[in-house]
């Protein structure tokens, strides 16, 4: 602003400013209220859903049915990778699903696999048979499955 600036002029920027506050406002709880209905889809989902780095593997986000399926609760997940927690009886299966997600083509921009049948084991040491489905996503320039 200028120091020759009319009392009109600095009515029209306080207004805007208003005006752009309240946006920002309606922004912010509309992106809470995102939110909100995203972890509860996440949370609620009778499937395991986990989100973890490409980088180490590392569990980022585990839901409900990720700790009753593998018996591990979700603070023990978080910032352990799979691997740490002997979830996969067969590292080879789980490095081919990698190889296979790091895979692009033409047609997509990031990798997939869809119902691959696989092994795990839970935390008692019990093994069982699933199925799984995983895609390479992206997020604020890091790679996460």
Not at 71 to 96: C, H
């Amino acid at each position: 602003m200028s120091e020759n600036a009319t009392y009109e002029d600095l009515l029209k920027r306080i207004q805007a400013l208003e005006h752009e506050v309240s946006e920002l406002k309606n922004t912010r709880r509309d992106l809470q209220t995102e939110n909100m209905y995203f972890r509860k889809i996440f949370h609620s989902s009778p499937d395991s859903i986990t989100i973890s780095t490409v980088e180490d593997g590392k569990f980022i986000h585990v839901n409900d049915a990720f700790e009753r399926m593998f018996g591990i609760n979700r603070q023990s997940a978080i910032g352990k990778s799979s691997e740490t927690l002997g979830l996969w009886p067969d590292k080879a299966v789980r490095k081919k699903m990698l190889i296979h997600l790091r895979k692009k083509d033409r047609f997509k921009k990031e990798g997939s696999v869809r119902n691959v049948e696989f092994q795990h084991r839970r935390a008692s040491g019990e093994l069982f048979d699933g199925s799984g489905s995983a895609e390479l996503i992206e997020i604020q320039g890091k790679a996460y499955i």
